[in-house]
Nanobody, 117 residues
């Protein structure tokens, strides 16, 4: 089993920065990849950024060059550094873990990010 707890959301002005954290507990060794998703009101949940256990990263086109996903050496925490934030980045951000031999997905509870213009 894997458990996730997000933190770091909040209210920021356009152009500002926030760093989201996702604390991971449980079967950390079984994690294949970690991802950050977001869901804005009335929209579908979308992938923002992901990082594999080997360190390969990928980003949504809308955040390339502004957001960076990373993790600590032990794999206990995954981060999403968000710079040059825009009002359209406003959403609930969710951390997700892909783990185990059949790629089970576990979600965090979500953290609100609001960017004011």
């Amino acid at each position: 089993q894997v458990q996730l707890v997000e933190s770091g959301g909040g209210l920021v002005q356009a152009g500002g920065s926030l760093r989201l954290s996702c604390a991971v507990s449980g079967s950390i060794f079984s994690i294949n990849a970690m991802g950050w998703y977001r869901q804005a009101p009335g929209k579908q949940r979308e992938l923002v950024a992901a990082i594999t256990s080997g360190g390969t990263t990928r980003y949504a086109d809308s955040v390339k060059g502004r957001f960076t996903i990373s993790r600590d050496i032990a794999g206990n925490t995954t981060y999403l550094q968000m710079n040059s934030l825009k009002p359209e980045d406003t959403a609930v951000y969710y951390c997700a873990a892909d783990w185990g031999p059949i790629a089970t997905i576990t979600w965090g509870q979500g953290t609100q990010v609001t960017v004011s213009s």
